[in-house]
Nanobody, 123 residues
Framework: QVQLVESGGGLVQAGGSLRLSCAASGRTFRPYVMGWFRQAPGKEREFVAFVTWSGGSTYYVNSVKGRFTISRDNAKNTVYLQMNSLKPEDTAVYYC????????????????WGQGTQVTVSS
């Protein structure tokens, strides 16, 4: 089992920045991909970004490219999502997830989830 705990959400004005963190504990010795998803009210959970175990590969949904950066520190078992130039449409609950499979764009590709952290961007 892997436990994930997100932090760093909050209320920010449009154009501002936030950094989300996700700390992993438990059986973290297996290499796993870490992803960030988000879910706005009334919408499906949406892929945002993932980073591979080594950190050498990252991928972003088009709507956040150039604004968000995903990174990880395996020594601390923590993954980060730096969010800059935030827009009101970024408002959602953000979830981190850990997966061991070979694809990483769908919620079904991940095995463990955090409880989520709210990000609200005001206009």
């Amino acid at each position: 089992q892997v436990q994930l705990v997100e932090s760093g959400g909050g209320l920010v004005q449009a154009g501002g920045s936030l950094r989300l963190s996700c700390a992993a504990s438990g059986r973290t010795f297996r290499p796993y991909v870490m992803g960030w998803f988000r879910q706005a009210p009334g919408k499906e959970r949406e892929f945002v970004a993932f980073v591979t175990w080594s950190g050498g590969s990252t991928y972003y949904v088009n709507s956040v490219k150039g604004r968000f950066t995903i990174s990880r520190d395996n020594a601390k078992n923590t993954v980060y999502l730096q969010m800059n130039s935030l827009k009101p449409e970024d408002t959602a609950v953000y979830y981190c997830a850990a997966g061991y499979g070979s694809t990483w764009f769908s919620p079904n590709d991940y095995d463990y989830w955090g409880q989520g952290t709210q990000v609200t961007v005001s206009s």
